[in-house]
């Protein structure tokens, strides 16, 4: 009898576990909005970021999401074309799709030149009111 409940317990709790999608599911026509931001320049913190945002691509489907990831503040690094383990993980993103975006105040105040940030990147006058407007419009803030 003791075996029998722990079989019923382990397998009930692999149907229980399964991920139950909000309404609408995702898909090309209701993505799901998701932003990530990053200040920190920490190597760990900025990989962080990359790999959670390339788990949910992995676990939607790139083409059932819609995901802008904003810079600012020392997070700005992630972008410079002279990181180059960093910038070869943003274009890589890039090719699926992710919109990246860079803080115009952060730029100026780091002297940082549009050249120096990889091809692509967005630029915004203010990356955190970029993130409260995005909030405000539905977004998913995810903070890994």
Known sequence: MKKFILLLLLTSSFVLGDTVFAK?????????KIVFSIKSADNEEINHVLSSANNVLKFYGPENVHMRIVTYYHGIRALLKKEKVLASRVRALMQIDV?????????????????????????????????IERVKDGWVNIVP
């Open 99 to 131: 919109e990246f975006v860079a803080c115009g105040n952060t730029m100026r105040t780091k002297n940082i030149k549009e050249n120096e940030l990889v091809d692509g990147t967005e630029i915004v006058t203010t990356g955190i009111v970029e993130m």
């Open 24 to 32: 609408p599911k995702p898909s090309i026509v209701e993505p799901r």
